[in-house]
């Protein structure tokens, strides 16, 4: 399956082909009211730690130190992508953050963490899990 996920500015106005609108930074944008938003949600837990979040604002660390790390934050709870991911079979999910340079941040990491998580569960669905499942084959061999 398809799944389209979006990536912008949390400063720029809200499209009307968005279904679904999360904030995903940790802290909340400057100078902006919630109602102004059209908010879905704001989701902090699968933005970066605090602590790797500011070794990255920084410079302290690379981008690829910040992304390798925050792929393992991603890789050791990855029921921190749950809700996103129930947003993503819905419809379109637009992931917001107040980031300055969107290639730059954790937003494209946590796409293709979702698409990966994503793609996961659908083939674990195809698959047959118990063997009720697998009778209509041997009964055929």
């Known amino acids: 399956m398809s799944y389209d996920i979006v990536l912008r500015r949390i400063y720029r106005p809200a499209a009307s082909e968005d279904s679904a609108r999360v904030l995903v930074d940790r802290l909340w944008p400057r100078g902006k009211r919630r109602e102004s938003l059209a908010l879905t949600d704001w989701y902090r837990d699968a933005s970066p730690s605090p602590a790797l979040r500011r ?12 992304a390798a790390r925050y ?44 698409l990966a998580a994503l793609q996961r569960e659908d083939a674990e669905d195809r698959e047959p899990t118990s063997p009720p499942c697998f009778a209509h084959q041997t009964q055929r061999d």
């Open 55 to 66: 070794q990255y604002h920084r410079q302290e660390i690379s981008f690829a130190v910040f």
């Open 71 to 114: 792929r393992g934050e991603l890789r050791d709870d990855p029921d921190s992508l749950l809700p996103l991911m129930r947003h993503a079979r819905q419809g379109r999910l637009t992931l917001l953050s107040a980031a300055r340079e969107l290639d730059d941040s954790h937003l494209p990491l946590l796409r293709e963490a979702l």
